[in-house]
Nanobody
Framework: QVRLVESGGGLVQAGGSLRLSCVAS????????MGWYRQAPGKQREWVAT???????NYADSVKGRFTISRSNAGNAVYLQMNNLKPEDTAVYYC?????????WGQGTQVTVSS
């Protein structure tokens, strides 16, 4: 089964940038929709962005204009470029499908934005 490994998180000041990567152990090229999700302390996991195999993207209102999702042509990675980060973006970030169905969740990558 495909395993997802997220990386690229860290501690950054408000206004800074980070680029997250999600590498799959196998090809995810055939999966139409891949996305990023995040879970802040004490809150439920929430959807951040999705991208289709054709490159169509959608973003949560809270990140629109600041985050950019992309996926590799090789078909085994998904990325999230995060600019103008805000303290409210602090969370553990995960990649996965659009839930139709979900793959096993990875360990996520911690993003902490200081004010």
């Amino acid at each position: 089964q495909v395993r997802l490994v997220e990386s690229g998180g860290g501690l950054v000041q408000a206004g800074g940038s980070l680029r997250l990567s999600c590498v799959a152990s196998g090809s995810i090229f055939s999966i139409n929709v891949m996305g990023w999700y995040r879970q802040a302390p004490g809150k439920q996991r929430e959807w951040v962005a999705t991208i289709t195999r054709g490159g169509s993207t959608n973003y949560a209102d809270s990140v629109k204009g600041r985050f950019t999702i992309s996926r590799s042509n090789a078909g085994n990675a998904v990325y999230l470029q995060m600019n103008n980060l805000k303290p409210e973006d602090t969370a553990v970030y995960y990649c996965n499908t659009d839930g139709m169905p979900f793959l096993p969740w990875g360990q996520g990558t911690q993003v902490t934005v200081s004010s």
